[in-house]
């Protein structure tokens, strides 16, 4: 197994990609923080996972624009299980709106869930890095680190961001054996992707179906959303490979919707 008895905390993980992250994690053999708003949710989800094996869950109340909730929820798993080795960046959300008619509240809610919370999961989980010698952090971004789509100031420069705090990451955490690397997936079908489909048919003034494969998957080689299931096995190639070789590096997974 190639995580056994790693200690890891993804956030976001009740469902959608975090969870199909934490469920191949503990599959691995890692022992998953469950990090998520709905305590609930997390909750069912780490009893499933566990029921699963052979890794184990917890569920980890956390609010990751909260520092004072993230600082307590990190310090909560590595109290109980004596540190951190893992740190995957899920949690996120999507609005979208013409520039010109983006809500200011909005804007800065977005970037404050994506950007903030990841600064403040990554300035949690270091100093337990440090001390065992090494680790991994993995940021949820997207093919939007990378590339820009109508109605998506917010969330394009949220993900452009990430790619900047893991370089940073990667440069400072190089000395204590800790890499930074992002995921960059296309359009994966989760309740986040569905809930645009009708926001961005009315804004765009087309259908439902054209915004699936003209706007989502127009671009890419076989007109296939990413799945979670292929997010999570990359996920696992940057917690598993142990060396500086991989760091500061971004790796698009998008069926050919981006190849520059």
């Known amino acids: ?78 109290a109980v299980w004596g540190g951190v080795d893992i740190l995957v960046s899920n949690a996120g959300i999507q609005i979208v709106h013409r520039i010109e008619e983006f809500p200011f509240n909005e804007w800065k809610r977005l970037l404050s869930i994506h950007l903030d919370g990841a600064f403040l999961t990554t300035k949690a989980v270091l100093p337990h890095m440090y001390k065992k010698g090494g680790g991994a952090v993995i940021y949820m971004g997207s ?28 440069k400072e955490g190089a000395a204590h054996g800790v890499r930074a690397n992002v995921i960059c997936p296309g359009f994966v079908r989760t309740p986040l992707v569905d809930k645009q489909i009708p926001e961005q048919a009315k804004e765009l003034c087309i259908s439902e179906d054209d915004v699936v ?48």
Request: proline share 1%.
């Open 143 to 170: 093919v939007h680190s990378k590339e820009a789509s109508p109605l998506k100031s917010a969330y394009v420069t949220a993900k452009h961001g990430l790619l900047g705090l893991a370089r940073v990451v990667a």
């Open 1 to 78: 197994m190639k995580l056994k008895d790693k200690i890891a905390i993804v956030t976001g993980a009740a469902q959608g990609i975090g969870e199909a992250v934490a469920r191949r994690f503990i599959a691995e053999g890692a022992w998953v923080a469950i990090a998520d708003l709905n305590l609930k949710e997390a909750s069912a989800t780490a009893e499933t996972l566990t029921a699963v094996g052979p890794g184990k869950a917890m569920a980890v109340a956390m609010n990751v624009t909260d520092e004072a909730q993230v600082n307590q929820g990190v310090a909560q798993v590595a």
């Open 213 to 260: 494969k003209k706007i989502m998957l127009g671009e890419t080689v076989d007109g296939e959303f990413t799945t979670v299931e292929e997010v999570a096995e990359v996920a696992l190639l940057f917690a598993g490979l142990e060396a500086n070789a991989l760091t500061g590096q971004a790796m698009v997974l998008s069926h050919g919707w981006y190849m520059k």
